[in-house]
């Protein structure tokens, strides 16, 4: 078990690291550029996990060699995207309830840092029935740079009174690695497979959970 530096907050990232809704992502954009007439495999879209929709949208554009109606693929995936949901719902990953345990004993300061637009982020924490859990939030729509810029980061950390320095920064993508490192902040890695720019690295929410608590956690350090 790695043992955390100190840190007097905690930065989560949401979609595919408390929220299970990546895969939900791709299936949509998936089912919505096979019905415009491009045929691409779910693994080119999961690549594009933790990414702005811009860039999303310009890299789409680029495998369908400028020819995808963006208008009507938007309207789509996002028709597509909203019966997943109302079908199957929204999980919590393993060991969000281990982690915010913890967090809450510890009364840690923390705050969510997240890629998408506030809309879509409050209706995801709502549908997944956690959204009085995260009063803190800042999303792409309140900065002037997404993620893997700063900017996010930043904003959180001045949300929590904290510089970033003093942050952990818990990510499921490299792009959000990247974020915390340009940042200044402590990144922290929540991914099965082993990546090696990230010092501290766990396979999941709930090994991090077991590590905080081992990491004489103290407010203001």
């Known amino acids: 078990m790695q043992n955390l530096p100190p840190f007097s907050a905690i930065i989560l990232d949401m979609d595919g690291l408390i929220l299970d ?3 939900t992502y791709c299936v949509a954009w998936q089912q919505a ?15 594009l ?3 702005p929709f811009q860039r999303i949208e310009e890299k789409l554009q680029q495998a369908c060699r400028g020819q995808l109606p963006l208008a009507k693929f938007r309207q789509l995936s996002g028709d597509y995207w909203y019966k997943q949901i109302a079908s199957k719902g929204i999980a919590t990953k393993k060991g ?16 969510l ?20 859990k995260f009063p ?3 999303c792409s729509d309140h900065v ?18 904290q510089s970033a320095v003093k942050c952990l920064v818990v990510e499921d993508s490299l792009i959000g690695i990247q974020a915390a490192v340009n940042a200044a ?28 608590q081992l990491s004489d956690y103290n407010v203001g350090c």
Not at 33 to 47: D, W
Not at 113 to 132: R, W
């Open 49 to 51: 996990a933790g990414l």
């Open 144 to 161: 002037n740079q997404p993620k893997p810029a700063a900017d996010i980061i930043l904003k959180s950390a001045e949300l929590l009174k």
């Open 185 to 212: 902040a402590t990144p922290v890695l929540i991914s099965p497979e082993f990546h090696p720019p990230p010092l501290y690295h766990y396979k999941d929410l709930a090994l991090l959970a077991t590590a905080i």
């Open 136 to 138: 803190l939030m800042v």
């Open 113 to 132: 840092a997240t890629n998408s637009v506030e809309k879509n982020a409050q209706y995801c924490l709502e549908v997944a029935g956690v959204i009085d």
């Open 96 to 111: 969000y309830d281990e982690l915010l345990a913890v967090i809450e004993q510890y009364k840690i300061p923390y705050c």
């Open 21 to 23: 809704t990546e895969v």
């Open 33 to 47: 550029t096979l019905a415009l007439g491009f045929e691409l495999p779910l693994a080119f879209f999961s690549a």
